[in-house]
């Protein structure tokens, strides 16, 4: 006897949104169905577990597909728990239970607000993963028998008003699933599903690593009893079975990279909650690391079934480059990259996976320094990133760093061995940031540095203009920029006296370029030099800003001037005889200014002063 009922109105609204609004990729419909197979035999085999006398087969269990190209169906059966027709309607037919109205509200909401993710995430919280199927399909049939049971159930639907449940006499143990397939659409991204090409792709993307045999057309053509998945999850299986060669190739094969890994990384965790990891280092930048539309994060696994590429959630974006896989065992099919961000487990293992991920690096500075030269010399610069992001692993970061140096031409430091290098009397690390090695070596804001034999870090990465200044010292030593702020290394000097008159001239000539000209301790053979304040914007990060189409506000500098000059001096003393004039003074600006590798506001006005000065001379 063939029993009719009837959906809900509001149950056949939130049904409809969810076939033509949740997925883009409709090919998670099968994703769902093979998940839910497989749940299936996990079940009948606990069951036999439990209880001996239970009458159930478990000889054999595993997931068939079967594709008809004429008939134009896919039919997912599996030999696991099976249903009764009470589970059926509960389960099934979870939809027409009560609280849809809420349910609907909350999904048109998610609907509203262009939140594709989070209707998904609503729907794997009311437990219907399987009316994704209706996306490909016309009509539905399902056939299925609980294990130890004599009678099936027979249940099918087109997804509109009603579905229909009918008992059966003999049907196998488990749940057989046919999809009447509607047309192939290509610009809907409907594919044919009844292609077995089409299938197998799709298998080996979500499903691959299912514990149980996935079979595609047994017995049809020759060796189609082996199963399409691998079944090979690497993260499951113990460290000592797996291959270099098998970790390279798994590695391709998430990463879309032809080289091997620099290194392979596994970890995992019991207890609270479960999970197990398998990371790789790339041995080369991606070519799209540093690139706005960049993809980061590792693949997703709930319980082997493939749930997310690119999960965010699991890596911070200064690890973006990591790849591999995360396996979790209580998280949600449909759960949400929204939900991810605030869920407390994907937390933990994020904070896992992130330390791992430091000390595999720490490890290879200590252990393997040409394997650390290449990944600083790939991914360094992603690195310092996170010294900025990520305040809880500041250290850990720094400790992995290296820094060009004056110290070596072609070796860089890390603050630990500059710190061991640090000479009596030395108690701060010193920095600076610019453009370009060269230009840096050359500044005059070194002089004093070098003449003291204090090594300095030249840091010319753009992100190193942002992070020295959230990072304020290492291991309890300061950290402090060559050019800025006044300078005290530990010279008990006189400070020079008569240039007080020179030094409130020449401020308020070049009032409208600086904030202060005061004498310099920094500078040994250059006659001036330009400083900020701490925590001015330097002039390179000012030339990025302008770079990304913003305009900092106009940062004026301090003028430092070199008392034991000649050119400072003499003016010093045109000064006191009333023959200083102002094109002197902005002429010794301009010379800091380019000095530094800065960039005149009049360079053909600068050129004319100086031409003019240099005829007088002769």
């Known amino acids: 006897m063939t029993e009719t009922i009837e959906f809900q109105a509001e149950a056949r609204q939130l049904l409809q949104l969810m076939i033509h609004s949740i997925y883009s990729d409709k090919d998670v419909f099968l994703r769902e169905l093979v998940s839910n197979a497989s749940d299936a035999l996990d079940k009948v085999r606990l069951a036999s577990y439990v209880d001996k006398d239970v009458a159930v087969e478990t000889d054999d269990l595993h997931v068939e597909l079967a594709t008809d190209a004429e008939a134009r169906t896919l039919t997912v059966r599996d030999n696991g728990i099976g249903m009764t027709r009470e589970e059926v309607v509960d389960l099934i037919g979870t939809i027409a239970k009560s609280g849809t109205a809420e349910m609907l509200a909350r999904m048109r909401d998610a609907e509203s607000a262009g939140s594709k993710e989070q209707t998904a995430e609503l729907i794997g919280q009311f437990g219907i993963g399987f009316y994704s199927s209706f996306m490909v399909a016309e009509r539905v049939e399902m056939t299925t028998r609980k294990a130890g049971t004599a009678e099936g159930v027979h249940w099918e639907s087109t997804g509109e008003g009603t579905y229909t449940l009918e008992t059966v006499e003999d049907a196998p143990q488990g749940t057989a699933i046919t999809l009447h397939l509607k047309p192939e659409d290509a610009e809907d991204a409907l594919h044919d599903y009844a292609n077995p090409d089409t299938v197998r792709r799709i298998v080996k993307r979500y499903s691959d690593f299912i514990t149980w045999p996935i079979r595609l057309n047994p ?3 020759e060796g189609s009893q082996e199963p399409i998945n691998s079944r090979k999850a690497l993260w499951a299986r113990s460290q000592g079975e797996v291959s270099d060669e098998e970790y390279a190739e798994f590695y391709r094969h998430v990463s879309h990279d032809w080289q091997e890994p620099l290194e392979t990384m596994r970890l995992s965790a019991e207890g609270t909650f479960e999970y197990q990891a398998l990371l790789f280092l790339p041995s080369h930048a991606p070519m799209d690391l540093f690139m706005r539309e960049h993809k980061r994060g590792v693949q997703l696994y709930v319980k082997r079934v493939f749930v997310m590429d690119d999960c965010e959630a699991l890596v911070p974006e200064y690890l973006r480059f990591v790849k591999g896989v995360v396996d979790a065992q209580d998280l949600s099919l449909n759960v949400s990259r929204e939900i ?4 407390r ?12 991920v430091l000390q595999t690096v720490r490890a290879m500075q200590e252990n393997e ?11 360094g610069r992603a690195v310092k990133e996170g010294l900025l992001s990520d305040r809880d692993n500041q250290k850990a970061i720094l400790d992995i760093c290296s820094f060009p140096s004056t110290h070596a031409a ?3 430091t890390t603050l630990a061995a500059y ?7 030395q108690d701060t690390i010193y920095y600076a940031t610019g453009d370009s090695r060269t230009g840096l070596e050359n500044s005059p804001h070194l002089e004093a540095f070098r003449a003291k034999g204090y090594e300095v870090l030249l840091l010319t990465d753009p992100v190193d203009e942002v992070w020295v200044d959230a990072v304020t010292e290492y291991d309890g030593t300061p950290l402090a920029s060559v050019a800025k702020g006044e ?14 008159d020179l030094l409130s001239w020449m401020g308020t000539e070049l009032a409208e370029e600086v904030k202060e000209v005061r004498l310099s301790s920094r500078l040994t053979t250059s006659p001036a030099c330009l400083v900020g304040d701490p925590g001015d914007l330097t002039p390179t990060l000012e030339k990025m800003y302008r770079a990304m189409g913003q305009e900092p506000p106009k940062v004026k500098r301090i003028l430092e001037l070199n008392p034991t000059h000649p050119l400072v001096t003499g003016l010093k003393d045109a000064q006191a005889g009333g023959s200083a004039e102002k094109d002197l003074a902005e002429l010794l600006y301009g010379m800091a200014l380019l000095a530094e590798g800065g960039d005149l506001a009049e360079p053909a006005a600068f050129v004319t002063t100086l031409a003019a000065r240099l005829q007088k001379a002769l």
Do not use: N, S
């Open 340 to 343: 991810l961000q605030q869920d």
């Open 219 to 221: 017995g049809e053509e």
């Open 345 to 356: 487990q994907i937390q933990m293992i994020r904070k896992r996976l992130v330390r791992k």
């Open 419 to 425: 710190k061991e290098r640090m000479p009596e009397g």
């Open 487 to 500: 300078v005290d290394l530990g010279d008990e000097k006189e400070t020079p006296e008569g240039f007080d």
């Open 369 to 379: 320094p040409e394997k650390y030269a290449t990944f600083w010399r790939e991914l």
């Open 410 to 412: 072609d070796e860089p």
